[in-house]
Nanobody, 127 residues
Framework: QEPLVESGGGSVQHGESLTLSCAAS????????MGWFRQTPGEGREGVAQ???????TITESVQGRFTISRDNANNTLYLQMNSLKPEDTAMYYC?????????????????????WGQGTQVTVSS
């Protein structure tokens, strides 16, 4: 069983909303900093949002006010609520977990800090 499985991606119109989910298993989800990243072909993984075990979040500037990250520790699930979607939000979205011992996320939202990754879910926004 994969440790992280994303769902909820799809094709939407400019201005619509989607909610991504990430089901975690096989590790203590409630003790890990979790994050969402996205990637387009030919580009590196961009940090979108992260949330620590206390619920403190970091949101990248380009999606502030539109995206919200949250977690349900009782159900080992991470969410990304995406509102007012734009064509430039089109990407493969990945859920990720930091390594054991990292309940706090730190200030930087970088892919190199995360060690467990899901397979991704595609989000396509048309104009």
């Amino acid at each position: 069983q994969e440790p992280l499985v994303e769902s909820g991606g799809g094709s939407v119109q400019h201005g619509e909303s989607l909610t991504l989910s990430c089901a975690a298993s096989g590790f203590p989800f409630n003790l890990r900093c979790m994050g969402w990243f996205r990637q387009t072909p030919g580009e590196g993984r961009e940090g979108v949002a992260q949330i620590d075990i206390g619920g403190v979040t970091t949101i990248t500037e380009s999606v502030q006010g539109r995206f919200t990250i949250s977690r349900d520790n009782a159900n080992n699930t991470l969410y990304l609520q995406m509102n007012s979607l734009k064509p430039e939000d089109t990407a493969m979205y990945y859920c990720a977990a930091r390594a054991s011992g990292y309940g706090r996320c730190g200030e930087q939202l970088g892919a190199t800090y995360f060690t467990v990754w899901g397979q991704g879910t595609q989000v396509t926004v048309s104009s």
